[in-house]
């Protein structure tokens, strides 16, 4: 069994996955790992507060364990107090403070999503669908990446499951109009040791050209917002097939070995697919 890995603030900085949490990791200790005062702290600097949809003001709490109601079940209790319950130590759980820290108002969306779903306050219409809900909910908050892009080619050839034609013969372009932003916590985790089969689970949104130009915290606001709005739209993320599979360490940039042509050769890495997915925009 692999150890976990230590903290090393100065490698995550480094490391092209982690870009969305770099101005977060910026300001944690380099020495040790951060505990859940640091990570409240961070959360009382943040500007505006970070509220859940019911009006609660976020906070990160220690886990609870054993049979526990349902108001203090993990979703039902971020929604109704907005408390977050967070092992110490724990790298899985970490990772997930700071995407609430990046991205909180998709963070806040998604656990509202999972409420409704719950407690049927989602509409008699969608009751059949709720697990569907929860499903796709629970995917993009582990395994998400939002991936922004400004042409709609380039967008066909990931659906499509292109992966050669994307990363390599349309590299430049998509160094120039497509980005690629890790959201999914769990992924995160995944990326502290990438390994060849690293697989996201690519959500579609579109942005202007201009997008590319901005810096990356302000990208990060924009993004934030319009995943918000996608995922406080009932009709959005109920079925796992809006979210396309993106093999993250075929990203340009983002693995030694892929500034290789032969590296796309690897098909059990890089898969064909279906085609004709839903597509999201």
Known sequence: MNPIPEWNKEALLLTPAFAPLH?????????????????????????PAVAVHSGQLLSFVPQEYGKLPFDLQYEPRCFLKGEVP???N????????????????????????????????????AASQRGAVRD???????????????DAELAGLLRDFRWKELFWQQR???????GFYLFGHGLYEKALRPYTGLTGQGLLLP????FFTWPCNRQLAHLDTLLAG????????????????????????????NENVTYYDNTGYFRTGRHGRHANN
């Open 172 to 178: 430049t372009q998509v160094l120039s109009g497509m």
């Open 230 to 257: 996608y995922l406080n739209s009932g009709e959005h993320c109920r079925s796992t097939r809006e979210l396309t599979p993106v093999p993250v360490l075929g990203i340009p940039g983002w693995a030694a070995d």
């Open 86 to 88: 967070t092992r110490a």
């Open 90 to 125: 724990n790298w899985h759980d970490l990772l997930n403070a700071l995407v609430w820290l990046v991205f909180p108002q998709a963070k806040a969306a998604i656990n509202a999503r999972h409420f409704r779903a719950l407690t049927g306050t989602d509409g008699p219409s």
């Open 136 to 150: 796709t909910s629970t995917l993009l908050d582990e395994s998400g990446v939002i991936v922004a892009y400004a």
């Open 23 to 47: 101005s977060i990791i910026t300001r944690l200790e380099p020495d040790e790992f951060p505990t859940l005062q640091d990570c409240n702290a961070l959360l009382a600097a943040q500007r």
């Open 207 to 210: 942005v202007e050209q201009e």
